[in-house]
Every structure is written in structure tokens, then in C-alpha cells.
């Protein structure tokens, strides 16, 4: 009887504490990320394009879309602009690639684009969690991996990594540790 009275004192004291631990952060992190949009996502213009010669990479990027049937990218020919001749295309979203759209018919100088998922991000683990109780704060370090890659990926410019290594700041409110607010 003694013993499970000494453990019921023990597990209540640990989990009263109000020192934050990695799994703590952890908890608190995740129900931050229900709340947000954790994703990232690229524009693909719609409609009449050119290409110019700095576009030709983001064209057979385009290309490799349509075959494999989520985009239809049709020529409309060389348009000469005051740049020279450069390829003409219609570009347009297939049925397959509806479960991709985030946003469509978005404006940006007179053309028309589609605002398309790339991927999410969701929490791999917390790796380290360092208090600093005269500012009640803390800086936790959260290692964030790709989840839902999208075949529309290819269309990056830059490169996001697979493990994307954060740190956040955490608040202490009465006696409980914050993150966003809830």
C-alpha cells in the first residue's frame, strides 16, 4: 500500500510540473498545426502563356505534368514581343489535378493563375527544449517533415528540405506553456 501511495505522489508531482519537455512541446505544437495551414504551394499560370528563355526549365516541368494527365498544355504558337520570338502556350488544370487546387482564377498583372499544393509539413519529433524562466520563454527546436507530396512538387524553384529545422518560442501564461493562441 506504501508503494502505490509513493507512485501516485510521484506520477502526480511529474505530471503538475510545469517544466516544459519535449513531449509536452510536442502535444502543444500539434494542436497549434490543426489550427493552421502548414503547407506550401506554388502559382501555375493559366490560360495564354509565353515562355520566355528563363522559362524554358519551368516549361518542360509543365510538359511532365501533362504527361502524366494534370495539365494540358497546348501550343498556340511563337509570339513576338519586343523581346524577340518566344513559345505561346494554353495551359489548363485537368480533372486530375482538382484534389492539388487550393485556390483558382487568381489575378497577377493581367494573368491568371492557380494557386496549387506542393506538400504539408507536419511536426517529426521536438529535439530540444531550452527554458528561460526570468522571461518566462522558452525556445523549443522542431524538426518538421514533408507529408502529402503532391506530383506538382516538380514545379519548385527552390528547395525546401525533406526535414525543415525550426525554432519557436514559447510562452509560460499562469502556470501553463503556450505557443499560438487557442
Known amino acids: ?27 502543444i505544437l500539434k494542436k ?9 504551394s506554388v502559382k501555375v499560370f493559366t490560360g495564354d502563356v509565353i515562355f520566355y528563355k528563363e522559362d524554358m526549365e519551368q516549361l518542360s516541368k509543365y510538359k511532365k505534368l501533362a504527361d502524366d494527365g494534370y495539365l494540358i498544355v497546348d501550343s498556340i504558337g ?5 523581346f524577340g520570338k518566344h513559345p505561346h502556350y494554353n495551359i489548363q488544370f485537368t480533372s486530375k489535378s482538382k484534389d492539388f487546387i487550393l485556390e483558382q482564377n487568381l489575378k497577377h498583372l493581367n494573368l491568371t493563375y492557380t494557386k496549387v499544393l506542393l506538400f504539408d509539413y507536419e511536426i517529426d519529433e521536438v529535439t530540444d ?3 528561460n524562466p526570468s522571461t518566462n520563454t522558452a525556445v523549443v527546436n522542431v524538426n518538421l517533415k514533408q507529408v502529402n507530396i503532391t506530383p506538382f512538387k516538380i514545379l519548385m524553384n527552390d528547395k525546401h528540405p525533406e ?17 499560438c493562441d487557442d
Open 32 to 40: 497549434c498545426f490543426e489550427k493552421e495551414q502548414n503547407y506550401v
Open 78 to 82: 511563337i509570339k513576338k514581343t519586343i
Open 1 to 27: 500500500m506504501k508503494k502505490l501511495l509513493i507512485l501516485f505522489v510521484v506520477v502526480t508531482f511529474v505530471s503538475c510540473s510545469d517544466n516544459l519537455s519535449n513531449s509536452k512541446a510536442e502535444k
Open 163 to 179: 526535414i525543415k529545422v525550426l525554432k519557436l518560442t514559447f510562452r509560460k501564461t499562469n502556470n501553463r506553456w503556450k505557443y
Open 129 to 131: 527544449v531550452h527554458e
